[in-house]
Nanobody, 126 residues
Framework: VQLQASGGGAVQDGGSLRLSCAASGLTFNRYVMGWFRQAPGKEREFVGSISRGGSVTDYSDSVKGRFTISRDNDKKTAYLQMNSLKLEDAAVYYC????????????????????WGQGTEVTVSS
């Protein structure tokens, strides 16, 4: 199983980025997909999650209304659209896949995820 996160980079405060997470080696539509992030000196934190079919999403309060998670099961790819980026959004972003999931559920618990991508770094400057 491989999760390949990409799309990170440097952006100014207020800018936008779209992260992608391409999956291989798993039956993608059977997995909840999640995004987490970790800033230097801080613990990894939940950003958002999307159900197997894409009909249900969940976000942390810190990103709600600014970030949008989506997925394309045919392409086996999950996305994180990040708008109105703030300095405090700077972190390494990780995608993760959670199996053994029924339809229309998500998860904010990192311990429930089975597979993790390598991370992609997002830098936000003023």
């Amino acid at each position: 199983v491989q999760l390949q996160a990409s799309g990170g980079g440097a952006v100014q405060d207020g800018g936008s980025l779209r992260l992608s997470c391409a999956a291989s080696g798993l039956t993608f539509n059977r997995y909840v997909m999640g995004w987490f992030r970790q800033a230097p000196g801080k613990e990894r934190e939940f950003v958002g999650s999307i159900s197997r079919g894409g009909s249900v999403t969940d976000y942390s309060d810190s990103v709600k209304g600014r970030f949008t998670i989506s997925r394309d099961n045919d392409k086996k790819t999950a996305y994180l659209q990040m708008n109105s980026l703030k300095l405090e959004d700077a972190a390494v972003y990780y995608c993760a896949a959670k199996g053994r999931s029924i339809m229309r559920v998500t998860s904010s618990n990192s311990h429930e995820y089975d597979y993790w991508g390598q991370g992609t770094e997002v830098t936000v400057s003023s």
